[in-house]
């Protein structure tokens, strides 16, 4: 059982990515999920969150340019991120919450000037 995201790379700022995190195991639906990242240097912090309703949180630093989503159908778990900046530099990781917790290995995203 294991996480998988997809979808990371090199864009300007301005740009856009989608991150995918597909889910292995059974149960998608039943657990909240959250995008985290991490930068050189600095701590892992949650990006957004999703719970199992549906019902979204962000950090201030990305509302209103990034959108997490669900598909329960497929077992995946999306972040959209527009208006991509320097800062948003990072390896992101996807999150399954739940008795056992999962983490993705990571996809790393990459802004430039």
């Known amino acids: 059982v294991q996480l998988v995201e997809s979808g990371g790379g090199l864009v300007q700022a301005g740009g856009s990515l989608r991150l995918s995190c597909t889910f292995s195991?059974?149960?998608?639906?039943?657990?909240?999920m959250a995008w985290y990242r991490q930068a050189p240097g600095k701590q892992r912090e949650l990006v957004a969150g999703i719970a199992s309703s549906g019902g979204t949180n962000y950090a201030d630093s990305v509302k209103g340019r990034f959108t997490i989503s669900r598909d329960n159908a497929k077992n995946t778990m999306y972040l959209q991120m527009n208006s991509l900046k320097p800062e948003d530099t990072a390896v992101y990781y996807c999150?399954?919450?739940?008795?056992?917790?999962?983490w993705g290995r990571g996809t790393q995203v990459t802004v430039s000037s």
């Open positions: 999150y399954r919450s739940g008795l056992i917790e999962y």
């Open positions: 195991g059974s149960g998608f639906s039943f657990n909240a």
